[in-house]
């Protein structure tokens, strides 16, 4: 597949939008609190989800070709919880990005992220114009934001640290929205450890490239291959989470961690269900340490 063997010709301020680009995204645009409490029609927010489904999805975001069976499918759901003057609105919004499994018909998630302020302005008549290295507005800058990480970790899985020159976009877009451009917190360093600034934080870590570099092992080497080779798999997801458990103790509640295991807790489950008692212990020791809230869950490959 071409973008694990392409070199990334990466051009910055190319602003080319042509029918079929890089994403397909599913926008999902829920607001039926915010109706509940603020009883008013809101029905032009169809308008809204035409115009981020559009921004995400004909934009072109990078310099490669992409057949339309190599789109990266992604689902973007916004959760509008309030509304607090005319046309500014505060929510969260999940950030799930997927891809196929070579020679399979299992579709990974790469990446499963929670934005608990995806708080913006916007009325019927603002535009949805991204420009490139200026700041527009909260809600432009978060989908570009977000269309730049899932492009990240999705070349991140084909290519070991394929998704840097993303990474360094999603890094200038959160550093365009710093105050006082946004009033946005989710941009700065203060309060939530999850929020974007984090997130791009953790992809540029040194400290998180053994994650990285893991991630393209795992993906690419193991799942890709789990079926002809089941137990090289399994020891790729066990390096994978020694890697893990360091970065754990260096760089403690990293979001990105926190956004892989709610993306793959199910999948390394059933991953490490058919190893041997000594790597199911093992990976129950790992898991348990680097995933408590799913401890019950990974309980079973004790059995």
Known sequence: MKRFLSTLLFILGLAIVAPAQELNCTVN?????????????????????GLITEFMNTRRWTNDQFAPTEKINCTLSINLLKSV???????????????PVYGSNYQTTTLSYVDK?????????????????????????????????????????????????????????????QPPASSNSAWTAQGDRRNRYWLIE???????????????????LGLDAFAQNPIQARKYTMDLLTNMRQITLQKPGAVIL????????????????????????RAYDLLSFLDPTNTESYRQLLN
């Open 29 to 49: 645009l829920n607001t039926d609190q915010l109706f509940a409490q603020q009883k008013t029609d809101f029905s032009y927010f169809s308008q809204l989800k």
């Open 85 to 99: 003057t005319q046309g500014v609105f505060e929510g969260t919004a999940q950030l799930i990005v997927t891809r």
């Open 117 to 177: 302020a995806f708080n913006f302005s916007w009325l019927p008549t603002s535009p949805v114009f991204y420009r490139e290295n200026q700041y527009s507005d909260d809600l432009t800058q978060m989908l570009a934001f977000y269309a730049y990480i899932a492009l990240a970790v999705d070349y991140d899985s084909f290519g070991k640290q394929g998704g840097n020159p993303y990474v360094q976009r999603a890094y200038q877009v959160m550093n365009l929205a």
């Open 202 to 220: 953790n992809l540029q870590s040194q400290q998180v490239i053994p994650f990285r570099d893991g991630f393209y092992t795992y993906h690419r």
């Open 258 to 281: 926190n956004a892989f295991f709610d993306a793959k807790s199910k999948e390394l489950l059933n991953i490490m269900a058919e190893g041997t008692r000594d790597e199911r212990k």
